[in-house]
DNA sequence: CATAAAATTTAACAGAGGTTAAATCACAAG
DNA sequence: CTTGTGATTTAACCTCTGTTAAATTTTATG
């Protein structure tokens, strides 16, 4: 009757699972994730985070280094990537086989990324003809737990006159990946970064479908194939 | 952060929805669910699923009568019955869209049937043409909760010699469902019943392939429309 | 009809995952 | 080098959904 699949450790439920997706996600950016960022990520108090990090450590999910921060161990790491490469394989079979938009397919997918069993992940990932990226252009882990490299850039980092092909819209505000997709603004197109204006002032970018001026917050989520 | 749909009542999640489904499901049978089945049915103790449903008639979900059975409330059956719509209407895309065979759908389809969400459902039902039933034949409940009216009778209540075409496979057992595929009987196919061997003894099946013997257990669970 | 067996409920408890309020730690700023 | 502030943890408690063991009710049977 438990979710949990036949290969997990005991105890590996929906929340643990949420748990060490947002670890391993704070984690790229700094080396430890915070007590107080998990506990915004997940919507729980700080202190409901604490004890709950606490266990993860009991249960050699994660490396707990008290008033400090958390990592993953390799087994929890092992676990947010399978989530992680779930979630993202679910995006994409939502967006291409059911054709749900790009600005709505991340809230299914979370609601059904610890549902979903192997033999699902296998055939969804035979059907999309085994993808490398979700439709918002985030990298999609193999099996192994590896990731594919890739040569993404932030758009802000090329020249003005610099031209390349988006690769990720690295947000997860669907009003804006909404906005950026009407604006012509999403992975495949290819772009030139005409100029950005001083003092965080507006970005222009050319598109197939012409110029596009749009605030220097959503230009910066945006990352290029440079040439 | 909740699983709950927005319409939902406070406090429906799965295990909420996994007893009004056990429930709605015995007391199709008989008039009320009796508290060892429902537990079961479910995995868990009787006592466990005492306490339960005592909680369920609370909300007022379950009509409790102590030590006689439950049966469900109009919001309980409400809820049931969306479990079950999502559970066939989901049986019905693996099988149909994404390939698996009818023994498999069932264990996959009771994992996610908790997590999808009213868009999920109503996609699936466009994708699929709006089905009547899953791949088993069991009708899929509309959306405002009727049922199709359908003609479907025993197959052991057919005269012998008389034919008719396979609607449903009444059971829940993988396995059984595999072995009476492999015999050519899944719903759709025409079938006459050559005869049935006295006291508990095998049942003949013609189909388009050839003669088939199956016992009666087996037999039983096969209902057909006739002529 | 009495009584044994079966079904059901209650009582006491457990573990997971939270909450709020209080205590404690880390660290930047005087 | 103290100190105040923010981050973190601990303590005490809560709900949910279970458990086992004991009590109770229903039902079947002689």
Redesign the pocket.
């Known amino acids: 009757m438990s979710k949990a699949t036949y290969t997990d450790p005991a ?1 590996v ?1 929906d ?2 699972l949420h748990y060490l997706d947002v670890i391993y996600r704070l984690t790229q950016q700094s080396d430890a994730a ?4 998990i506990a915004e990520k ?1 919507g ?5 985070a ?6 993860l450590a009991e249960r050699k999910l994660v490396q ?1 280094t ?2 400090k ?1 958390a990592t993953l161990t390799s087994e929890g790491r092992r676990l947010a990537l399978r989530t992680i490469r779930r979630h993202r394989l679910l995006e994409m079979f939502l967006h291409q086989v059911m054709g749900f938009a790009w600005h709505e397919v991340d809230d299914h997918a979370h609601a059904l990324e610890t549902a979903i069993t192997e033999p699902l992940e296998d055939r969804m990932d035979e059907m999309l003809g085994h993808p490398t990226r979700c439709p918002h252009g985030h990298l999609i882990p193999r099996k192994d737990g590896t990731l594919p490299k890739v040569n993404d850039v932030p758009l802000l980092s090329l020249a003005p006159g610099a031209t390349g092909v988006i690769r990720c819209v690295d947000t997860d505000n669907g009003e804006w990946l909404k906005y950026l997709g009407e604006q012509g603004l999403q992975p495949g197109v290819r772009v030139t970064l005409r100029g950005i204006a001083p003092y965080g002032g507006p970005v222009t970018i050319e598109t197939p479908d012409g110029a596009v001026v749009i605030g220097q917050n959503l230009a910066e989520i945006i990352y290029v194939e440079p040439n």
């Not at 915070?34 to 960022?37: A, D, G, H, L």
């Not at 604490?50 to 266990?55: D, H």
């Open positions: 105890g439920n929340a643990t915070n007590t107080t960022e997940l729980v108090t700080p202190s409901g604490s004890v709950m990090l606490k266990r707990l008290p008033y921060g």
